[in-house]
Nanobody
Framework: QVQLRESGGGLVQPGGSLILSCKAS????????MGWFRQAPGKEREFVAG???????SYADSVDRRFTISEVIAESTVYLQMNSLHLEDTGVYYC????????????????WGQGTQVTVSS
């Protein structure tokens, strides 16, 4: 069983930056794909970024070139560096994990955190 805990959300102005973290516990972190989803007000949950256990990264078109997903294996932690934030980036951000990157991107991954709120507002 994998447990995930997000942190780092908060209030940020448009154009600002924020770093989210997701601490994982359970089976070997190095063999799991990790990712981030978000749910904005009035919208469905959507894929943001993901990384496979072998390091292949993917991003939603809406965040590409602005967000960066990374991981620190020794700390069993995945990060989401968010730059040039837009109002539409507002939402609850969820960390997720499963065995493959495909499951992450499809939103069908097995493990989910409880989310952390990101609010972009002037």
């Amino acid at each position: 069983q994998v447990q995930l805990r997000e942190s780092g959300g908060g209030l940020v102005q448009p154009g600002g930056s924020l770093i989210l973290s997701c601490k994982a516990s359970g089976p070997d972190f190095r063999r799991y794909a990790m990712g981030w989803f978000r749910q904005a007000p009035g919208k469905e949950r959507e894929f943001v970024a993901g990384v496979t256990w072998h390091g292949i990264k993917s991003y939603a078109d809406s965040v590409d070139r602005r967000f960066t997903i990374s991981e620190v294996i020794a700390e069993s932690t995945v990060y989401l560096q968010m730059n040039s934030l837009h109002l539409e980036d507002t939402g609850v951000y969820y960390c997720t994990s499963d065995l493959t990157g495909a499951q992450i991107r499809a939103g069908s991954s097995k493990y989910w955190g409880q989310g952390t709120q990101v609010t972009v507002s002037s």
